[in-house]
């Protein structure tokens, strides 16, 4: 297992759609081990594969308290059948640093996805976990959370990680001096 580079927004990788899964090998299952990795040291509640560059549909999510570790529910080549109702959250991403928003996602959602091993499995999620899910398969699609606000807000965090960016330029460029 190894912790990877978690990528930033404006990273272009962000923007690209994920490949399904066709193959479930041990491959997959060291990818899956990595990504958990990555997540839990971050820490964060879920990761999609676009997140450390890999252009493939896999998602790893723990929503579980902290102290209930482990609960770790991979998703391969998830779907959203359906979603009902509506609820605005604040959320923030591993890959938007310094920033956080109030988004509306369903309330509600079927899921239709493989586990590791392949196998279909369809379910409801709702709450929290069905908001995380609604977040990464975003993620798989290119999405990112700032899509869903306002231009004028998304605007602001452009403009704020622009700045943010300089700033660690400049720092590094007095780094090598
Ligand atoms: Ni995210």
Redesign the pocket.
Known sequence: MAIREIIKYPDPLLRKKASPITEFNAELKELVADMAETMYAAP?V???AN?IGVLLQIVVIDVSPKDDKNKLIPLINPEILEGEGSVIDEE?????VDYAANVERFSQIKVCARDLEGREIEFEADGWFARVIQ??V??LNGK??IDHLSSLKRALYKKKRKKQLLIEEQERAENND
């Not at 923030?92 to 938007?96: K, N, P, Y």
């Open positions: 964060g879920g990761l999609a997140q923030g991403c591993l890959s938007v977040h990464e975003d993620h990112l959370f």
